[in-house]
Antibody
Framework: EGQLMQSGGGLVKPGGSLRLSCAAS????????MNWVRQVPGKRLEWVSS????????DYADSVKGRFTTSRDNAGASLYLQMDSLRLEDTAMYYC?????????WGQGTLVTVSS | EVVVAQSPGTLSLSPGDRATLSCRAS??????FSWYQHKPGQAPRLLIRDSSNRATDISPRFNGSGSGTDFSLTIDSLEPEDSAVYYC?????????FGQGTKLEIK
């Protein structure tokens, strides 16, 4: 049913940048839209961004619009999240997910900590 | 934005019991509704899509129902491994939004 393996993340200062990657395997990557979902510790899950199967349609939550950029490499079956101008409130576990009328599967998650 | 409210916040039950978790959306979302199980240290897992369709390899003990604004997830014959936080999600409107979670404890 597919797997998603994430990399990137870590500790960054406010105003800094990070890039998250997500490598897909076990399914036809080019036929699914992909998303990023995050969870601030102790809070509910929050949708962050969506990219269509072709990469032609991209959308963002208002909280990250203008600062985050989602892209995909269909030839390499990979998804990316470029995070710029990071804020303290962006501290969260970030998950890449496939959209199959529900988010399934989920990557293992990568922790992003924004702290001075 | 569609607000999704989950209840109860915490549910404490015994092995063999039935659990009923509820979600209410602030507007009609049809049957575009999902449920997820999230255990500590693991990624969330899709249980139910389209309100009532179990995802691949999900036990028939998990059942979803509802449409419009009111949805429920029932878990029959609770097992210790069912201890987790359960989230619901509406996906009829963008942004897709989640409930605040129900923590299920198996005593």
């Amino acid at each position: 049913e597919g797997q998603l393996m994430q990399s990137g993340g870590g500790l960054v200062k406010p105003g800094g940048s990070l890039r998250l990657s997500c490598a897909a395997s076990g399914f036809t990557f080019t036929t699914y839209s992909m998303n990023w979902v995050r969870q601030v510790p102790g809070k509910r899950l929050e949708w962050v961004s969506s990219i269509s199967a072709s990469g032609g349609l991209i959308d963002y939550a208002d909280s990250v619009k203008g600062r985050f950029t989602t892209s995909r490499d269909n030839a390499g079956a990979s998804l990316y999240l470029q995070m710029d101008s990071l804020r303290l409130e962006d501290t969260a576990m970030y998950y890449c997910v496939r959209d199959k009328r529900g988010y399934d599967p989920w990557g293992q998650g990568t922790l992003v900590t924004v702290s001075s | 934005e569609v607000v999704v409210a989950q209840s109860p916040g915490t549910l404490s039950l015994s092995p063999g019991d039935r659990a009923t978790l509820s979600c209410r959306a602030s507007q009609n979302v049809g049957t575009y509704f999902s449920w997820y199980q999230h255990k500590p240290g693991q990624a969330p897992r899709l249980l139910i899509r389209d309100s009532s369709n179990r995802a691949t390899d999900i036990s028939p003990r998990f059942n979803g129902s509802g449409s419009g604004t009111d949805f429920s997830l029932t878990i029959d014959s609770l097992e210790p491994e069912d201890s987790a936080v359960y989230y619901c999600e509406q996906r009829n409107n963008w942004p897709h939004t989640f409930g605040q979670g129900t923590k299920l404890e198996i005593k």
